[in-house]
């Protein structure tokens, strides 16, 4: 069998693909954090509640139900959106004047709350979500069987990734949007209902959290844990991308995936850490993130 | 409805910033087509004037009509599209947008707003530079953008702030002839000025600002009885 440095080939591909998929949760989850933090100015900690979330509306729809697991990839976004939008009325509306810490702690006592009543309804050992029939198995690629599913979803996170970046950089409405988060009140004294695009935003960043636990459902078990595990990770993404900055969550989301999955071929007792040494090596030289502009 | 000739009303306008009482009691009226400028010392409160119009400051009481509609209690977007184009003191190029997509930027909010081409007609440098970063232009270039963003949306009235601070005298003079044009195509125009030399051919009337209150009222053909009174108040 070929070797790299002494590793298989293929479980050095293995995983690369498990890195690039870990990524893709990084980048999406990222992604919208920075179009959140850029429109509303808060840190929205609740984030890994609502990608959680996500993955239990997708498994309640198909256990209580019946929705599939198609459907609920446009359902359950929806349905988070939905849920999103009436957080943003509700409460995060009287916040922005206010520090950043304000924000934080809001969102982190919501994300506990939504956690406590997922666990306390259906236990912290996890539920199991069956990959859809149509991506069961695996291509085999000469040197490697790449799983379906794996494939599917960086496939679907890379599509939902540019997208975002192409209306946001690219399109009149993304050119309100870039203004709105520049310029608040001036953008609105041009005649722009900011106020109602702040809340799309929000429930859009959130969508984008619900999209990835429904891609998650199958790959990982269902779990209240899921979030506040992977939370903490992708904000440490967000830090080494640099805060607001687009096209910089969705690299370092997926490079640092790919960082992590290397770290666990070459020395596997550094993975769960790997990322955060590059935040504080990072942070080191480039204060505002690899992606972001000093202030 | 017969339209009111009073395009802009302000009466016993309070407005405040935080704690801090700004306006006590302005009085302002602005006819339609008519164009009235604002004098006074920094601090005076003519800035505050016209961000208090579209709700920018914080809370304000009084009343404020446009076109007969009071929008004291009205959101900021609202107010806008009653007709309104602004260009602020700071001119408020975004960094993040082209210097095209800066000019396409503002909703329409009436009709017969410019054309892309007759503002690229207007001002030429812009046409140049349409794919820069906003900030990237010369202070003179953002100026003009600033003025054309407003000109695109149909806007009937423009408060326009401080449009001829910093810039060289010969783009001062290209802005007064652009006054001077609009004033001929009926838009209604509230001037706040610190150039007097800028601002006196142009205004059919002058308002003195001092301590948040209307302190006089000048006509065009009062502007030689007064200069006296006007470079004591001013320090011109």
């Known amino acids: ?295 | 409805m017969s339209m009111p000739t009073e395009y802009l009303k302000i009466s016993g306008l309070h407005a405040f910033y935080g704690e801090s009482h700004v306006l006590h009691g302005m009085n302002i009226v602005v006819n339609r087509g008519e164009c009235v400028t604002l004098l006074g010392r920094n601090g005076a409160g003519r800035t505050t004037t016209l961000r208090a119009v579209l709700g920018l400051t914080g809370r304000r009481t009084g009343s404020i009509t446009v076109n007969g509609e009071e929008v004291i209690g009205m959101a900021t977007h609202k107010i806008t599209r009653l007709g309104i184009g602004y260009c602020p003191e700071e001119r408020g190029i975004y960094s993040s947008l082209s210097c095209e997509e800066n000019l396409l930027l503002p909703p329409q909010v009436g009709s017969g707003g410019m054309s892309l081409d007759e503002i690229y007609t207007m001002f030429p440098n812009l046409a140049e530079r349409r794919h820069s970063q906003g900030t990237r232009l010369s202070g003179g270039e953002q100026q003009m953008l600033a003025m054309a963003r407003v000109l695109r949306t149909g806007a009937q009235l423009l408060l326009l702030d401080e449009i001829s601070e910093g810039l060289a005298p010969v783009i001062v003079q290209r802005l007064a002839q652009i006054i001077l044009h609009l004033k001929e195509k009926g838009f209604t125009i509230l001037l706040v000025e610190q150039n007097f030399r800028f601002a006196a051919p142009l205004a059919d009337r002058m308002y003195v600002v001092e301590h948040g209150q209307v302190a006089a009222e000048i006509h065009q053909h009062e502007l030689e009885e007064k200069r006296g009174f006007l470079q004591e108040v001013l320090g011109v």
């Open chain 1, 1 to 295: 069998m070929t070797e790299i440095f002494g590793i298989p080939i293929q479980a050095l591909m293995g995983q690369l693909v498990l890195g690039l998929v870990n990524g893709s949760f990084y980048a999406m989850l990222s992604l919208g954090l920075a179009v959140i933090f850029g429109m509303l100015n808060i840190i929205n900690f609740a984030h890994g509640a609502m990608y959680m979330a996500g993955a239990f509306f997708a498994w309640m729809g198909l256990t209580y139900w019946g929705i599939g697991y198609w459907w609920a990839l446009i359902l359950v976004p929806l349905a988070v959106g939905v849920v999103g939008i009436v957080i943003e009325r509700t409460m995060l509306r009287w916040l922005y004047q206010l520090d950043h810490l304000y924000g934080l702690l809001l969102t982190f006592g919501l994300a506990l709350m939504i956690e406590g009543v997922f666990r306390y309804y259906y236990g912290a050992s996890g539920l199991p979500y069956s990959i859809p029939e149509e991506l069961t198995g695996a291509i085999n690629l000469g040197f490697m069987f790449l799983p379906k599913y794996r494939a599917w979803v960086v496939v679907v996170s890379l599509v939902v990734c540019l997208a975002t970046w192409f209306v946001i950089e690219k399109t009149k409405l993304g050119a309100y949007l870039r203004a709105a988060t520049e310029n608040p009140r001036l953008t609105q004294a041009f005649g722009v209902n900011v106020p109602l695009m702040v809340m799309l935003t929000y429930g859009f960043g959130v969508a984008l959290a619900g999209l990835g636990g429904v891609l998650a459902a199958p790959a990982y078990a269902v779990s209240p844990l899921m979030g506040s595990n992977l939370i903490i990770v992708v904000f440490a993404v967000v830090v080494i991308g640099g805060m607001g900055s687009i096209m910089g969550s969705i690299l370092t989301g997926l490079s640092l995936g790919v960082v992590e999955g290397l770290t666990k071929v070459f020395y596997a007792e550094a993975s769960n850490t790997v990322v955060f040494v590059v935040m504080v090596i990072v942070l080191m030289i480039r204060p505002a993130g690899l992606f972001g502009k000093e202030k």
